[in-house]
Every structure is written in C-alpha cells, then in structure tokens.
C-alpha cells in the first residue's frame, strides 16, 4: 500500500515532533498521517515491507481505532496522540511479554509532569488511570518483518485535549483526557517527544537488565494493588480475588479468597469494572 503525501501545512506536526527528539532509534524516522484505519494495521504492513527498528506512525486520527480485546478506540482529530511504534526486540520471544507493561511506566512517567495535581497509575496488563478514568489504552501486537524477524508493534491511544463533551455517550463516564486533569491544553508535539524518550530509554534497560529492576517502580504506581478484583477469563470463567502484585513474568499475582494464589496473564483474562482506585 503506497503511502498519500500529506500537505506541506500538515508536515509542521512532524517537523516539531521531530525537532523536540532527544531519541537516537524511536522516532527516526515518524511517519505523519493525517488519516489512517489503524496505525498497528498500517505500520504492520509498513513493517512487513522491510520498515526499520523504531519506526513510529502517528495519525491525525483513526478510522477503526482499536484497543485490547477487540475494542474500539476514539481518536477524534487534533485531540489526541494515536501512534504505533514498530520495535525488534533482541531478547528470547517469552520475555516480550512483560515489554507492554514496561511500554506503559514510559508513558505514566512521561505524563506526570504535566499533571502536579493528579496521580496517574499503571493498570494491569496494558491501561492507564487517573481518578478512576481511562486517558489511554496500550495495544502490543506480534508480527513479522522483513525476513521474518519477530517484531512488537505498540499501539498507544492518548486522549491529551479532549474536554468532556467530546467523548461519546458510551464512553463519557469512564473516559478522560490529560487537559481535563490539568485544567488547561496540553502540547501535544513536546508530550510525544517526551513519551518516545522515555520509551526508548525504558526499551534499552529492559533489553539489558530484563524486567525485574522495573518491579519497584510498577508497584508504586499498580492501580490494582491490594483491591478486589473480578478477573473474566477468555473462555468465560469469572474468579475475584485480591490483586498482590505483578510477578517477574509479567502476569498478575492475585489471591483468591480461600487464601491460595493464582497467576493471570494479559492473553487470557481482563479486568473487570467493579473495582475501586
């Protein structure tokens, strides 16, 4: 699929982008869309064709936005970041699992500064909170490049300007943006910048050092850490328990009320709503 140039007017979003870099692989090249179906599917393809490690596309907005599970994402225009960033990990393929969670510190670190006020938390496996809302959502996806190198697409959905009347009736109670939480406009280019710093960062430490020195700071900001949850398996079954941690596989400890443990991972369960932060 052949890729439409955008106007020159629409390359200034890009060119600021990429002007605020302080990255050396994420982010060179962006990729600037004024519109695409999904950024994951787009730069699927993009990767299949031979698209280099660190590769980010960034869409104006989305058509068919879409999250975990199947959901849709809103990605209304000039709102929001809706970016995928293409990532060949050199590790064994059973550690990429614990990746996404060391894919959402990034972006909870790098949206803390532009919130004094507010306390954004990691959920588990792939979500982010603040006050109990949802701003973003995080979609990791397996796929080939060229060569049939096992590559990670990260798929990020982030609600920046928004204000509340412009989320749609089903998800207004339960959605938020980082302008509603900071009461003012957020810069999108300088936030992009920063969230592909970090995860660059973050990627380099996890490439080295594997996913145990992230275990500290996870646990600081675990949104689910000592509540009751209902955890909704792929398959049907519901079982509740008391959420104790994430473990060093990535999955999610939880204690069940009879006292044992269990351990659930990101591609069979997910939470459910009942929960308290």
């Known amino acids: 699929m052949t890729l439409k140039p955008v106007k020159n007017v629409k390359k200034t979003f890009a060119d600021a982008v990429s002007a605020l870099l302080q990255t050396t692989a994420i982010g ?24 280099a490690n660190g590769t980010v596309l960034v869409a104006e907005t989305q058509t068919a936005g879409r999250g975990r599970m199947a ?10 970041l809706y ?29 803390i500064p532009y919130l004094p006020n507010c306390r954004p938390l ?34 990020i959905g982030l609600n920046v300007n928004a204000a509340p009347d412009d989320f749609p009736p089903d998800i207004a109670k339960r959605a938020t943006s980082l302008r509603i939480c900071a009461g003012h406009r957020i810069p999108r280019e300088q936030l992009l910048a920063d969230i592909l710093f ?19 700071r996870l646990h600081q900001l675990d949104a689910l850490y000592g509540r009751e949850i209902t955890v909704e398996r792929a398959a049907g079954a519901v079982i509740s328990g008391v959420a104790s941690g994430i473990c060093e596989d990535g999955s999610l400890h939880l204690t069940l009320p009879d006292g044992s443990f269990e351990k659930v991972y990101s591609g069979d369960a997910h939470i459910g709503h009942n929960f308290r932060c």
Do not use: Y
């Not at 090249?29 to 695409?36: D, K, Q, R, S, V």
């Not at 959901?71 to 929001?80: E, F, I, K, V």
């Not at 970090?198 to 275990?215: A, D, R, V, Y």
């Open 28 to 51: 060179r090249p962006l990729i600037w869309l004024a519109t695409t179906p999904s950024t994951n599917a787009q730069l699927a393809k993009m990767s299949a064709q031979g698209a």
């Open 71 to 80: 959901r849709a994402w809103h990605s209304p225009p000039g709102l929001g």
């Open 122 to 155: 990691l959920k588990w496996p792939n979500d982010i909170l603040i006050a109990n809302r949802k701003p973003c959502g995080i979609l990791c996806e397996m796929t080939s490049s060229a060569g049939n190198t096992p590559s990670l697409i990260v798929g």
């Open 83 to 111: 970016f995928s960033i293409l990532l060949k990990p050199e590790v064994a393929i059973s550690e990429v699992t614990t990746l996404p969670l060391v894919v959402g510190l990034a972006v909870v670190e790098a949206i």
């Open 198 to 216: 970090g995860l660059e960062k973050g990627f380099k430490k996890w490439q080295i050092n594997g996913f145990t020195p992230f275990l500290p």
